[in-house]
């Protein structure tokens, strides 16, 4: 039972189904049911036609049989009017010889009345009748023999008259010696005994009635005699009235009997009324009806079976579909899609579960391509650092006994990596790091070694159930491998680098930990050209403050902690300030105030640089207009980082920042560093074309430092060089570096740029850049970096050195 309830439940529609099978199943019903009217419909019209004509065959059998009675009776007659005693009766003229004949042929013959009379109709002699009713009766006995063919014996002259309330059959016979002498007139009643034969050969029911008035039934086999009927409607149709007796239903129809007087009266006609039972001739109908019923249910229930069979047929791939997308839906892009039959479904199902597979083949492959760019670096082919931290956190999962398997992770940085990528090129660096890769792959080709690229230069090793002696061993071999020379085209490039070395769970059991500690190793190793480290509490003070500061850094801008601190910026020729740069300074409530190095390197590393560089766009452009609105009309200029030039929202978040404080772009100076155009260099001149665009000034801080940036200078739309303050310090002692200055003004100029000198601290440094041609200036000799509150006031004390007295060296004045 259990087993058909699960199968009856699994049975169960879906709602496409039922929208696919109910509809169908509703026409098959419409159309069936209608079937079954018209049906119905024409069933009773046949039945109705074929009632009809057995009603009108039983008029005819009723006729036949009273013409059949009637033959009889006139032979009766005939008989007695030929028989010689009647004959010697009639010639004696003896009265009571003629009744006593007359009755004892009629009791024989079963005649009800028997008349004679003489040749003029004159009644004679009598039986059952007064002489009062004979007379009125002849009339219609002298009609009924005038009816017949010569006066002869024949049933067509027998009529039916109304005697005493009883229908009679009447029989006129002539009694011949050998001429006409006198009329033997008989009667007879006509009693059920014809109904009866009529329905014994037609299955009729009849019944003879008197128009009336009052109309009433004189013979019936379906009603009792002498009931009283209302007279018929005579413009009523005589067939297809409809009868009832108890539960059965009848069709009837009304002939007249031609009849002759009555009483001596003109008569109105009788009227033969006869039924067909209903029922019984829609019972073969009946039959049919159920049988198309019955078939009309199993039609419908295997309609309903076969449609809902289909449907499923249907369905079922559109299931598997709607599961294929659940599972696309779960990432699950590696079970393909089945596709139906065709023959089965149709071709549009077919062609719906190719593209679903089709889309889940893209899918998949791009998953993948997106899995590979996501875990895999792409110019080496090593996992990156996603899936190295993926895998180092699954090692360093506890097993049922709660105990962590030791490991370790070796971390390793090339040294000198930037200087060669920068001198030979991105390309052949590229080259360097995929040589780089293959050497420590062959080093570390174990099972249980997982060997990656974990950013630019540096790469990560994990060591499973390594112990600090065979970690050692493994990074000495590392070492090894790394420094011999490597042969690139023409190039031989020597290599070294630092290794740091961590373990777990000695040091740590989360994988971002042991990756901070193992880095910590590897750059204490660098800091002391040791080549390799194993971690040690010790070296991790002056790291953990730092992350400790970085942590706070993040609630610094929401706790109003950082300050906006400005370094005046002068015309060096005109002594006029032109403005300021903008920097940074942190006022912890408790370590004070934090100089930028301690926490805007590891702002830059964590990302959180864009969000100090934000504060910084917001704060500097309510400076502009503060001043602004003083009545200064003084340019402000602030550092963008690398990622800030990386950041495709930075061109709108300083347009709307300017018309928000009603600000002209060009009171705004950004300042890059060539470091950071170098990153990624198709980026970062996109985004300065779009900020030179809005307006603003760009200028490149710190020129000189780079290497290979002056390939980049003529296409960079800035307006603004500024000085490396390496250069201008030492300036005045070295020649070399007022020769580099010199060249690098004339450079500037020629491309049209305005040149800023950093790092001015004396009087002599800025009568020497003057000389040079140098446009702007800012450091400790003009002004040290202030409060942005004070840097108003500070502007009105301003008051520029006279330096045309100050005496230059002989070196320096042939330079001029």
Same mark, same amino acid.
């Given at each position: 039972m259990s087993r058909f309830a699960a199968r009856l439940a699994g049975w169960r529609l879906s709602g496409l189904e039922r929208r696919i099978v109910w509809p169908f199943l509703l026409l098959l019903l419409v159309v069936q049911g209608i079937s079954l009217v018209l049906v119905n419909r024409a069933i009773g019209q046949s039945a109705t036609r074929s009632i009809d004509r057995d009603l009108q065959t039983g008029q =005819?059998?009723? /006729?036949?049989?009273?013409? *059949? %009675? #009637?033959?009889?009776?006139?032979?009766?007659?005939a008989l007695l009017a030929?028989?010689?005693?009647? =004959? +010697?009766?009639v010639s004696s003229r003896d009265v009571a010889t003629l009744s006593d004949a007359l009755e004892?042929?009629? %009791? =024989?013959?079963?005649a009800s009345l028997v008349i004679y009379t003489d040749p003029a109709w004159r009644p004679v002699a009598s039986t059952g009748l007064s002489v009062d009713r004979v007379a009125a009766l002849l009339p219609v006995a002298r009609m009924a023999a005038m009816t017949g063919p010569g006066g002869g014996v024949s049933a067509q002259n027998a009529r039916l008259t109304l005697i005493d309330g009883r229908a009679y059959q009447l029989v006129a016979v002539p009694v011949k010696a050998p001429r006409t002498v006198g009329w033997v007139l008989m009667g007879f009643v006509l009693d059920r005994s014809v109904l009866q034969q009529l329905s014994a050969i037609t299955d009729l029911r009849g019944a003879v009635l008197f128009n009336g008035p009052p109309a009433r039934v004189l013979l019936s086999t379906f009603v009792q005699a002498g009931d009283t009927l209302t007279a018929p409607n005579p413009e009523a149709s005589p067939c297809g009235q409809e009868l009832r007796e108890a539960d059965s239903r009848w069709r009837s129809c009304e002939f007249v009997l031609d009849t002759g007087l009555s009483d001596g009266h003109s008569m109105p006609p009788l009227r033969l009324v006869l039924a067909h039972a209903v029922d019984e001739a829609l019972a073969p109908f009946e039959r049919l009806q159920r049988m198309l019923l019955l078939l009309t249910l199993v039609g419908v229930v295997v309609f309903a079976v076969g449609s809902a069979v289909t449907a499923r047929r249907l369905s079922r791939p559109i299931r598997g579909l709607r599961r294929a997308a659940e599972r696309l839906s779960r990432a699950d892009y590696d079970s393909p899609v089945r596709v139906p039959d065709e023959r089965v479904v149709g071709d549009e199902l077919v062609q719906l579960a190719r593209a679903f597979e089709s889309t889940r083949q893209a899918v998949q492959h791009r998953e993948h391509a997106i899995s590979r760019l996501a875990y895999w670096d792409t110019l /080496?082919?090593?996992?990156? =650092? #996603? *899936?190295?931290?993926d895998l180092l956190r699954a090692r360093l999962q506890p097993d049922a006994a709660g105990a962590v398997a030791p490991l370790a992770v070796l971390m390793l940085d090339l040294d000198r990596f930037k200087h060669v990528n920068d001198v030979l090129g991105h390309q052949l660096g590229d080259r360097l790091l995929c040589e780089v890769a293959q050497r420590l792959a062959g080093c570390s080709n174990r099972p249980d070694t997982v060997l990656a690229?974990? +950013?630019?230069?540096?790469?990560?090793?994990l060591l499973s159930a390594a112990d600090t002696p065979k970690a050692q061993e493994i990074a000495r071999?590392?070492?090894a491998v790394l420094d011999l020379p490597m042969r690139l085209d023409e190039h031989t490039i020597d290599l070294s680098a630092s290794l740091g070395i961590a373990f777990a769970p000695a040091h740590a059991h989360e994988p971002e930990t042991l990756l901070g500690l193992v880095e910590v190793a590897m750059y204490a190793a660098k800091r002391r050209q040791l080549g390799m480290l194993v971690y040690d509490a010790s070296m991790d003070t002056r790291s953990s403050a730092s992350l400790s500061l970085l942590s706070e850094l993040r609630q610094a801008i929401e706790r109003q902690e950082l300050r906006l601190y400005v370094q005046p910026k002068v015309d060096l020729k005109s002594g006029r300030v032109l403005g300021g740069e903008a920097l940074v300074r942190w006022a912890h409530p408790q370590r004070g105030l934090v100089p930028p190095m301690q926490f805007i390197p590891f702002a830059e590393q964590t990302g959180f640089i864009r969000q100090i560089t934000v504060w910084m766009l917001e704060t500097g452009v309510q400076a502009l207009q503060q001043w602004q609105e003083a009545g200064l009309v003084l340019k402000l200029s602030i550092n963008l980082s690398t990622r800030d030039l990386l950041d495709p929202d930075l061109t709108d978040r300083v347009r709307r920042l300017l018309d928000r404080h009603r600000v002209s772009a060009a009171r705004l100076c950004l300042e890059i560093t060539e470091s950071a155009i170098m990153d990624d260099p198709a980026r970062a001149l996109q985004t300065l074309q779009k900020l030179h665009e809005l307006g603003v000034h760009l200028s490149i801080d710190d020129f000189g430092t780079g290497y290979s940036s002056l390939a980049y200078l003529k296409r960079l739309p800035v307006d603004e060089l500024k000085i490396d303050r390496s250069f201008v310090t030492n300036m005045e002692r070295d020649l070399d570096d007022a020769r580099i200055v010199q060249s690098t003004i004339g450079l500037a100029h020629n491309l049209g740029l305005t040149v800023v000198a950093e790092g001015v601290e004396t009087d002599k440094a800025w009568a020497l850049l003057a000389r040079l041609g140098c446009d702007e200036g800012q450091g400790y000799g003009i002004g040290r970096p202030m409060p942005s509150e004070e840097f108003l006031g500070w502007v009105h004390r301003w008051q520029a050195p006279s330096n045309e007295a100050l005496h230059v060296d002989t070196d320096f004045a042939q330079m001029l």
């Open positions: =005819r059998v009723f /006729t036949r049989l009273l013409e *059949q %009675r #009637a033959e009889r009776l006139s032979e009766a007659a030929s028989d010689f005693g009647f =004959r +010697s009766a004892n042929h009629g %009791r =024989r013959i079963g /080496t082919g090593l996992p990156n =650092r #996603a *899936q190295f931290v690229r974990l +950013s630019g230069d540096e790469f990560g090793l071999a590392l070492l």
